[in-house]
């Protein structure tokens, strides 16, 4: 969370909440910050869910073979 592409739109979506939630709600200071930085978090992880699933969708799916190994331990005892 502190690197600089996830904390940064968090903290502007915390300051920007922090501004409108006071003016919309007579709740105290406290439960604002707190209401808001839960929400903040809240928001910025199911926008970050929406977009790896957005992506994900786009990639084919690939199956891989097994593959066999060839130690001592598996070779049979005829050979």
Same mark, same amino acid.
């Given at each position: 969370m502190l690197e600089p592409w996830l904390f940064l739109p968090c903290l502007f979506m915390f300051m #920007? &909440?922090?501004?409108l939630l006071p003016q919309r709600t007579m709740l105290g200071t406290g439960v604002v910050l707190t209401l808001t930085a839960m929400l903040s978090v809240g928001i910025f992880s199911v926008c970050c869910l929406v &977009?790896? #699933?957005?992506?994900?969708?786009? !990639? !084919?799916p690939t199956e891989e073979r097994p593959r066999a190994s060839r130690t001592e331990g598996d070779r049979d005892p005829g050979e």
């Open positions: #920007w &909440l922090s501004a &977009l790896v #699933w957005a992506q994900g969708k786009d !990639e !084919e």
